[in-house]
T-cell receptor, first 114, second 113 residues
């Protein structure tokens, strides 16, 4: 069965410093992986997705993630944090790579200090 | 281009009651999935509808049921509400045959008293 583990429940950075949100996955085959962001009292917005085309995936708002099969990781990064990046971030794996069930991590809350 | 819409935005019910939540998918999408997000947790998959049939189901009891209409909109019904059903209910739509990305609506927050 597929699963994801987000290694930090809360990350705090200063504005203008790099962001690193860590995610490890478990899958019996090459997975489809996603990062979604959820701002307070809002729905989920897709940041980026990996579907085996390129290991470095660029997303919206300056975020990117690198798929590392040897480490079973899919960490999310951004070179310079902005106050508006403060939100909950979810690492997600597709259960069947066929558009069905998505399996979410527990989430990482990102705080950005001025 | 309208995204995924859900109604109502908030709902308060009492234990034992029944509730119906509604979802309209993104234009051009044919598949609707429902998720439950309890406070402080990641969303959990309830079920997915495609061509008016339940295509997949997660580990939720039969009290949770759904429907998809010919225009691809969908309803989630929950019977015999429990306090533990209090959560944010998220609807996601996708175009199943072409890509697996699911696009989420803003959710319906259900409080069961």
């Amino acid at each position: 069965a597929q699963s994801v583990t987000q290694l930090d429940s809360h990350v705090s950075v200063s504005e203008g410093t790099p962001v690193l949100l860590r995610c490890n996955y478990s899958s019996s085959y090459s997975p489809s992986l996603f990062w979604y962001v959820q701002h307070p009292n809002k729905g989920l917005q897709l940041l980026l997705k990996y579907t085996s085309a390129a290991t470095l995936v660029k997303g919206i708002n300056g975020f990117e993630a690198e798929f590392k099969k040897s480490e079973t990781s899919f960490h999310l990064t951004k070179p310079s944090a902005h106050m508006s990046d403060a939100a909950e971030y979810f690492c997600v794996v597709s259960d069947d790579n066929q558009g069905g069930k998505l399996i979410f991590g527990q989430g990482t809350e990102l705080s950005v200090k001025p | 281009d309208a995204g995924v819409t859900q109604s109502p935005t908030h709902l308060i019910k009492t234990r034992g009651q029944q509730v119906t939540l509604r979802c309209s998918p993104k234009s051009g999408h044919d598949t609707v999935s429902w998720y439950q997000q309890a406070l402080g947790q990641g969303p959990q998959f309830i079920f997915q509808y495609y061509e008016e049939e339940e295509r997949q189901r997660g580990n939720f009891p039969d009290r949770f049921s759904g429907h998809q209409f010919p225009n691809y909109s969908s309803e989630l019904n929950v019977n015999a509400l429990l306090l533990g059903d209090s959560a944010l209910y998220l609807c996601a739509s996708s175009l199943l045959a072409f890509e697996e990305t699911q696009y989420f609506g803003p959710g319906t927050r259900l409080l069961v008293l």
